[in-house]
Each structure stands twice: as C-alpha cells, then as structure tokens.
C-alpha cells in the first residue's frame, strides 16, 4: 500500500472540489461544451503540459513528456453532461435548467486534473503521459470524433486507460473485468407520419399516435420472442413524443431508442427486426416513417493483460481488499469501447457507493473519491513510466 501517495495525492482534495463545483455548475450537452473544455485547457496549460484543443470538437489532449523514455501512456476522461433536471440541494447545484452532471463527468474530469497537477509537480516519470478529455461520451460520437481526427496518431500512446464511478459498488473500491465488459449501443429515433385532424373527427386522419403505441408493443417481442435468454440484449423505448393537445390527432410521432448488445451476430440481427417490424407496424396503420440509426455501437472489450496489470497497480497501490478482478459486465455503454478497437488498455470502474444510479435526477458523486481516482491515475503513470 502506497501510504504516502495516498496521502500526498490527498493534499489536492480540496482544489478537487473547487473544480468538480466549477464544472458541475455548468453543465454542457455532448458535443457542445465549449467552458467545460476552455476551464480544463487553462489549468493544464498553467501547468506546463502541451495542449492540442479541438480534437474531434471540443476534445483535449494535453502531453507532457519527462525524461529520455520512449514509452507513452493514455488517461482519458470525459466531460458532458446530461439533458436531465437535476433534483439535488448541493452547494454546487446546476444553474443551468435541465441540463446537470448527473453520471460524474464532471468528477472523471476533475480526477484526471487531479492526477495532471500532481504529475507536473513531482515528474516522477521517465516518458510521455497523455491526457485526454473527450467530449460526447453520452451520444457515443466524442470517442469517434476523435480518433477520426487523428488522435493516436497525432498523440501515439502503448495503451490506453479510462475509468467510470458507478453506484451500487463498494465505495471506494476498484473493479475490473477483462474480454467483453460494457455492450454495444445504438441510439435510433423513428419518426411515423400520419394525417393530423380534429379529435372530434378521427375518421379523417391517419393517427401516428396509436401507430407509435402499437410499435412500442410490438418492439417488446423482440427480446422476449426472438432473442435467447442466454444472450444479452436490450430493447428500450425510453421517449415517445406526438401530439400537445387531447382534442387533435397529431401530424407526426417520434420514438427514441436505446438497443444495447454484447454479441456481434444477435446484434445485427436486432437491429434488423427493429427495421422490419417498423415497416409493417407503419404500413398497418397507412403511416410513412423514417428510421435515423445514430453511430454505429461495439462492445466495450478489455485486453487481458492490461487489465491484470491495471488491477495489480491498484492492489499494490490501495490494498489486497480495495481490488476486485471479478466486475460482471454491464449493459451499460461506452464510447471508450472505439479506443479500446484502437489501442490495448483497460477501462475500471470505482464504486460510488450506496446511491442513486447515474442519470437518475438524485444522483450524486460521492466527492471522496477524487483524490483516490488521481491517486489511480498516478499509479499507472509512475509504474508505467518508471
């Protein structure tokens, strides 16, 4: 256990919750964060790393290189937020309505900070660590964006590693899992198109609304009728919006998906049945439609032997007890999965302990863990780089 670490780490929680506050008071959509991604690139400046701004959008990439090594480490971390009200009393709250940090980006971002200050103090190093902020984890396009920008081969790096607090798991703890860890999502909108009329005069219309109703049944079957329980697979219709007034039968319906798979083929075969029975669900009721598919999802797989390694760093780090190698995958998503088709590396979670699950408008991160999430990243540095 690296008591003085720990401890020295620690001296910065206080500046932690400075800037976790700073970021969490104000959030930005995915893709959008222009503060969020001008704060973080004048802290690392004033801390002597080099700065590439603009990956991919607003991403970040800051580098400092120490030594004569020759290896090179990536830490990423990500930094959007959620379209969701936040319903918290913090001192920190939102000030931006319906727009709140409420899966701790904010804090992912605060620990690499964290971790950025500490390793340009004491350069305990010998080598190159990149440190890279990535926009629109939540949409799945900030990963893409900015590997098609070049990422890896404007900033090579021998691995990559990220990193994701998660409530339900021991607070404080890190957990691991290697090969398939987080499923491939794919975040669809169909949009039906009916005739709009009177309520009073339904006969004149072609209502996309009882069409969507229909759909969001019959989407149902999918997994419980065509995909074996054996595989894991996930259908979910979480908006359905037609139509503002009980008198009239809207013009057009619009649903939005979120279909999560762990397996290539049953994924492609989803995704295919989603397209049929959106087909014959909108010709039944005499409806035109249009399916927009967002970015394309993978499965989030971690490398063997990175992830042992990673895990026996935090073990040497933090203790026997405070490492789980066991983590049950998720069917939660993560754009960090493109990375990982780039590079070797590993992606952890942290427990946040007993509270609300991330996205839900109570969560909140549990700020005793930005020193230890630093105290990780530093770890990886300084054993990597020796």
């Not at 700073?22 to 893709?31: A, K, N, R």
């Amino acid at each position: 256990m690296k008591k003085e670490l720990i401890a020295s780490v620690a001296s910065l929680q206080h500046n932690m919750e400075q800037w976790m506050g700073e970021l969490h008071e104000h959030p930005e959509l995915s893709m959008k964060e222009h503060f969020t991604s001008k704060y973080i690139v004048a802290k690392v400046k004033e801390w002597g790393y080099d700065v590439a701004e603009g990956i991919g959008g607003t991403g970040i990439v800051a580098s400092m290189t120490v030594g004569n090594g020759e290896k090179s480490i990536g830490l990423r971390a990500d930094f959007d937020a959620l379209p969701i009200a936040e319903d918290n009393n913090l001192c920190y709250k939102s000030k931006q309505e319906g727009l709140s940090h409420l899966c701790g980006h904010d804090a992912h971002s605060t620990m690499l900070l964290g971790a950025a200050k500490y390793l340009s103090e004491h350069k305990n190093f010998n080598g190159t660590v990149r440190l890279i902020f990535q926009p629109g984890e939540e949409t799945m396009q900030g990963g893409p964006a900015m590997i098609k920008d070049g990422l890896f081969e404007r900033f090579p790096v021998d691995a990559v590693y990220g990193m994701h607090n998660m409530p339900g798991l021991a607070l404080g703890k890190f957990f691991f899992c290697e090969n398939e860890t987080m499923a491939a999502v794919d975040n669809w909108e169909i949009e039906l198109t009916g005739k709009g009329s009177h309520g009073s005069m339904p006969e004149l219309s072609i209502d996309p609304l009882v069409c969507g109703a229909s759909l969001v049944m019959a989407l149902q079957t999918i997994v419980s009728r065509n995909v074996s329980p054996w595989k894991n697979t996930v259908v979910n219709v979480g908006a359905f919006q037609a139509g503002v007034a009980g008198n009239a039968v809207p013009q057009k319906a619009i649903l939005r998906l979120s279909i999560r798979n762990m397996d290539s083929e049953v994924r492609t075969f989803v995704l295919d049945k989603i397209r049929s029975i959106t087909k014959a669900q909108a010709e039944s009721f005499a409806c035109e439609y249009e399916i927009r598919e967002g970015v394309a999802g993978t499965v989030l797989i971690n490398t063997p032997e990175n992830t042992k390694w990673a895990a026996s760093v935090a073990r040497q780090t933090f203790g026997e007890d405070q490492v789980d190698e066991h983590l049950h995958p998720y069917m939660g998503s993560e754009d960090f999965a493109f990375m990982l088709k780039e590079k070797v590396g590993n992606y952890c979670m942290i427990g946040n302990g007993d509270t609300m699950m991330v996205h839900h408008p109570k969560y909140v991160f549990n700020q005793q863990l930005l020193s230890r999430g630093a105290t990780y990243w530093v770890s990886l540095v300084e054993e990597y780089l020796k």
